[in-house]
């Protein structure tokens, strides 16, 4: 994949208006500050692609980027406690539409702060993702925070748990460093050539 062919498309916040597509799908999910926005500009060699904030619970919207022949798809962030409960059904809305949806879901990409256990959502999350039979790998963020002896100690730590809930493979990253970034490519690349093409599109769930 050419990462450096990457363009904003557009932000959905309602899900009747997310665009049918047969278009290879790549799809980040995890907590809010967790480093969703920041990994996909590190992705693409970018700075600011996507939006990345200090304050937690920003994109609550579906923003899709058009990168090469794929889409990246930068899902909405859970966990932030200050959310009403109209803004967290409407997160669930957003979610399960987006999912129901007759989509090319080529992978999905988990992502889990290294230095944090697996909170209640993240679990949740992964029983979804399980459950659905969603293809997806766990990418643990901010691995510029280890010690360099802590790295695979950790890692393997996360996939222990990882693996149990259907988790293609547990990668570490750092949206600052770099760390993991060729790897965390070559992974989405190994998806996206096996995965049909625009117009031989698969079934939703
Ligand atoms: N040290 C370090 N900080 C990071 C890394 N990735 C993201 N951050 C910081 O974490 C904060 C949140 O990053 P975002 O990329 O906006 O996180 P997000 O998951 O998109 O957040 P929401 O859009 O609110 O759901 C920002 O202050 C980033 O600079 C990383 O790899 N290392
Ligand atoms: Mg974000």
Redo the contacts with the bound molecule.
Sequence with gaps: MNYNKAAFLASYGISSQLPDSGRPEISFS?R????????INKLCNRKNLAR???T????ATINFYEVDSCYFVDL??YGYAKVSNADRQRWDELINSYFDAQRNHTLLVQLIDCRHDISADDAQMLRYLHYHQIPYVVAL??A??LKKSQLEQTRQAFEKVCLTFGCKAVVLT???SGYGIPQLQAILDAAVAGAPGEGEQTNGL
């Excluded at 809010?32 to 990994?39: A, D, T, Y």
């Design positions: 995890g809010s500050n967790v480093g969703k926005s920041s990994l990345v904030s200090s937690p619970g920003k994109t909405p962030g963020t901010k510029d925070k750092s949206a600052e």
